[in-house]
T-cell receptor
Framework: DAGITQSPRHKVTETGTPVTLRCHQT?????MYWYRQDPGHGLRLIHY???????DKGEVSDGYSVSRSKTEDFLLTLESATSSQTSVYFC???????????FGPGTRLTVT | DAKTTQPNSMESNEEEPVHLPCNHS???????IHWYRQLPSQGPEYVIH???SNVNNRMASLAIAEDRKSSTLILHRATLRDAAVYYC??????????????FGKGTLLTVNP
C-alpha cells in the first residue's frame, strides 16, 4: 500500500451545499491527483498538485477547487454541489519513480 | 492526446496465460505505455509500464511491438484475483504536468475457475 487514505469514504449531501473531500498521504510524495469515475466513463482528472500550494487544472475542473497547504494533504472542494457531481472520487499520488500512480480507496459522493 | 484501443471484454480460464492487446497507432516518440487495472470496488492499481523494450515485473509482462503501435499485457497464469478492468494508457515520462493519465474504458477481464 502507498499510504493513501481518503475521507470520508461515503457521503450524501444536498444540492447547493459545500463539500470537502480529503486525501492524506504518509509517503511524502510531491505529486497528487484527484480523479472522478462515472459509469460509462473512465477516470477523469479533476485537478493535480505538483507541490505545496502548486496546483493545476485537469480535464473536468469546472465546479471544483483544490488546496494543498502541506505535503501530506490534498483537499478537493465542491463549492456548491450539484447532482452532476455524484460520482466516485479517487485520489492518487506519483510513486518515487514518477512513472506510476498509486490510488486511494475512493470516496463515493451522492448529491441529492 | 494519443488514443488507445482495447477490446471491451476478454475471458480466460484460471491458470492459463492471458494476452491483453492494446493498439496505439498515434503514439509519439516520448509516450510511455502504462497499464493499470481496477478490481471491483477498488481504485486503479499500477501494473507495468514501458517505452520500447519488453518489460517484466512480478505482476505481468509487457510486450511492445517494434513500431510501438501496439502492445500486449501478458498475465502468465491467470488467477481469479486477476479479474478486473485493464487500462492501457499513454503518458509522459515525468510526474506532474507531463504525466496526466487519461483513462479509457479498458478491457474487462473475466477469469473462469
Amino acid at each position: 500500500d502507498a499510504g493513501i487514505t481518503q475521507s470520508p469514504r461515503h457521503k450524501v449531501t444536498e444540492t447547493g451545499t459545500p463539500v470537502t473531500l480529503r486525501c492524506h498521504q504518509t509517503e511524502n510524495h510531491r505529486y497528487m491527483y484527484w480523479y472522478r469515475q462515472d459509469p460509462g466513463h473512465g477516470l477523469r482528472l479533476i485537478h493535480y498538485s505538483y507541490g505545496v500550494k502548486d496546483t493545476d487544472k485537469g480535464e473536468v475542473s469546472d465546479g471544483y477547487s483544490v488546496s494543498r497547504s502541506k505535503t501530506e494533504d490534498f483537499l478537493l472542494t465542491l463549492e456548491s454541489a450539484t447532482s452532476s457531481q455524484t460520482s466516485v472520487y479517487f485520489c492518487a499520488l506519483s510513486g518515487p519513480g514518477f512513472y506510476e500512480q498509486y490510488f486511494g480507496p475512493g470516496t463515493r459522493l451522492t448529491v441529492t | 492526446d494519443a488514443k488507445t484501443t482495447q477490446p471491451n471484454s476478454m475471458e480466460s480460464n484460471e491458470e492459463e496465460p492471458v494476452h491483453l492487446p492494446c493498439n496505439h497507432s498515434t503514439i509519439s516518440g516520448t509516450d510511455y505505455i502504462h497499464w493499470y487495472r481496477q478490481l471491483p470496488s477498488q481504485g486503479p492499481e499500477y501494473v507495468i509500464h514501458g517505452l520500447t523494450s519488453n518489460v517484466n515485473n512480478r505482476m505481468a509482462s509487457l510486450a511492445i511491438a517494434e513500431d510501438r503501435k501496439s502492445s500486449t499485457l501478458i498475465l502468465h497464469r491467470a488467477t481469479l484475483r486477476d479479474a478486473a478492468v485493464y487500462y492501457c494508457i499513454l503518458g509522459g515520462n515525468r510526474g506532474g504536468s507531463n504525466y496526466k493519465l487519461t483513462f479509457g474504458k479498458g478491457t474487462l477481464l473475466t477469469v473462469n475457475p
